[in-house]
């Protein structure tokens, strides 16, 4: 058993070998575990290429080990049955339990990856354009938003859920550049690597919570794939052309994002768009209180932009001076 905090993770495999080939134990009747390892608690079927495997093996494909295992307690209990298939690697995802004792139910994110959002920091903070890619930076975003206000106009909720699929790509695609800068170059990334991925990832789980708020209508969705395909090949070419000017892009978009939401806030408070009960994701990820309104919500998500945009602001400042990410230690968990 593995303690991450208060959340518990239970692994737990049985094999057996013969030779240099492992294989999954069959429980036929009451034979014994050779050996235990970690893994994890409930079932996954999995297993390798009929070319790699042998004869025995193959067998053991053919006539897999079904376990039938109760949910909830056993069957004295009620619990509903369901398979369990061993599989030959005994990789298995695992059991985590909340703070309360009750299951996990997200596989998106775990426990240790949620937090409380800092509502303290300053919105109100802007780089003011002084230089001629600064300038082009902040003009390219301005004109940007012009269309998006055309399209959305004030339906706040679809809006968020839409530009969410790509605000996840700046991180991406930075994080992505940096990884195969460190491999070429034999060196560290002074963390960036993982900030830049962790940031992506907090633009995911936003569209995660936005779209339990509003459905994407057909159109919406195709409008995703053009959009997205777009500006994930344009911001690609600029990383690559001038990392500091694709991360000032970055930062005046999520300045840009900032007043988006408080435009959504304000709308919530004149009861433009109905204050619903926040979802259950949101509820989760950002540790919010049981009885959380989608006004939480969007206070949490307005935070979390903020320090996107103080950490991209910061890594072109960084390039400004003549520096590399690796020479300042990126600031992982910042939001």
Known sequence: MMSR???????SVRIFSTGSVIHPVRTRGSEKAVATSWIRSYSVAGGR?????????????????????????G???????????????????????????????????????TYQADLSIDLKKHHVPKTFLDKFAYWTVKSLRLPTDIFFQRRYGCRAMMLETV????????????????????????????????EAENERMHL????????????????????QGIFFNAYFLAYLASPKL??????????????????????????????????????????????????????VVRADEAHHRDVNHFAS??????????????PIGYH
Not at 95 to 107: F, H, L, Q, R, S
Not at 169 to 196: N, Q, T, Y
Not at 257 to 286: C, M, Q, R
Request: contains cysteine; proline residues 4%; negative net charge.
């Open 5 to 11: 905090g208060s959340t518990t993770v239970v692994r």
């Open 49 to 73: 290429s009929a070319s790699t495997m042998t004869l025995d093996e193959k067998e053991v494909k053919e006539q897999p080990d079904i376990k039938e295992t109760v949910a909830g307690g």
């Open 75 to 113: 069957a004295a209990a009620g619990g509903e049955k369901e398979k369990e298939v061993v599989s030959y690697w005994g990789v298995q995802p695992s059991k985590v339990t909340k703070e309360d004792g009750t299951e996990w139910k997200w596989n998106c994110f775990r426990p240790w990856e």
């Open 167 to 198: 605000a996840a790509v700046p991180g991406m695609v930075g994080g992505m550049l940096l990884h195969c800068k460190s491999l070429r170059r034999f060196e560290h990334s002074g963390g960036w690597i993982k900030a830049l991925l962790e």
């Open 208 to 227: 995660m919570t936005f779209m339990e708020v509003a459905k994407p209508k057909w159109y919406e969705r195709a409008l995703v794939f053009t959009v």
């Open 246 to 299: 694709a991360h000032r892009i970055t930062g005046y978009l999520e300045e840009e994002a900032i007043h988006s939401y408080t435009e959504f806030l304000k709308e919530l408070d004149k009861g433009n768009i109905e204050n619903v009960k926040a979802p259950a994701i949101a509820i989760d990820y950002w540790r919010l209180p049981a009885d959380s309104t989608l006004r939480d919500v969007v206070m």
């Open 317 to 330: 400042d960084i390039h400004y001076q003549g520096l590399e990410l690796k020479d300042s230690p990126a």
